[in-house]
């Protein structure tokens, strides 16, 4: 099973909204992976969690709040989103510290935020 | 720093024609990965090819191929005979094994018409 599979496909929320974005994978990568894409824009990264424990967090506004209650799910939680935050939102796993491999994408979830 | 440079950002070729997309990227360190991802309309970002700093022979996989010039930091990617199901968004990126970061280039938007 090489798949990275997300939660919702589509999202439409309100600015007042508390939501949450699913990440999971079963091929035991312990390096999982948001970014965040705007159209005609390359994926920016906005936070790595290594081994379960966040190592790399973008400077991301606090609206945004990533979760890894264990090695095979990543949640990324939404509240009080402005409509500029409205964009795909990638997940992606690898194996972790190793360059010798390709981080695994899923679909993502196209988030809208009015 | 680093920094992954893609000039071009459409490309527009018949089917059956050759499509060379260009990368020029910047890093400091020594031992890096580069790769090529493709994005189809879809969202998911497909891993395509992958190669290491210390590996500059250049090889082809069925109709990919791609030429690493260290020494000019280029890491360029064709597709042969192109088809419209080549038709999508490729994305260069670097590697970088401390803090598991992955620098995505501009993209290029490949448009093949039959």
């Known amino acids: 099973d090489t798949e990275v599979t997300q939660t919702p496909k589509h999202l439409v929320m309100g600015m007042t909204n508390k939501k949450s974005l699913k990440c999971e994978q079963h091929?035991?990568?312990?390096?999982m992976y948001w970014y965040k894409q705007k159209a005609k824009k390359p994926p920016e990264l906005m936070f790595v969690?290594?081994?379960?424990?966040?190592?790399i967090n973008e400077s991301v506004p606090s609206r945004f709040s990533p979760e890894c209650p264990n090695s095979s799910l990543l949640n990324l939680h939404l509240h009080a989103l402005q409509p500029e935050d409205s964009a795909l939102y990638l997940c992606?796993?690898?194996?972790?510290?190793?360059?010798?491999?390709?981080?695994?994408f899923g679909q993502g979830t196209r988030l809208t935020v009015v | 720093a680093q920094k992954v440079t893609q000039a071009q950002t459409e490309i527009s070729v018949v089917e059956k024609e050759d499509v060379t997309l260009d990368c020029v990227y910047e890093t400091r360190d020594t031992t890096y990965y580069l790769f090529w991802y493709k994005q189809p309309p879809s969202g998911e970002l497909v891993f395509l090819i992958r190669r290491n700093s210390f590996d500059e022979q250049n090889e082809i996989s069925g109709r990919y191929s791609w030429n690493f010039q260290k020494s000019t930091s280029s890491f360029n990617f064709t597709i042969t005979a192109s088809q419209v199901v080549d038709s999508a968004v490729y994305f260069c990126?670097?590697?970088?094994?401390?803090?598991?970061?992955?620098?995505f280039g501009g993209g290029t938007r490949v448009l093949v018409k039959p």
């Open positions: 990126a670097l590697f970088k094994a401390a803090g598991n970061k992955l620098t």
């Open positions: 992606a796993s690898s194996l972790p510290g190793q360059m010798n491999t390709e981080a695994f």
């Open positions: 969690y290594s081994y379960e424990k966040l190592s």
């Open positions: 091929m035991g990568h312990r390096a």
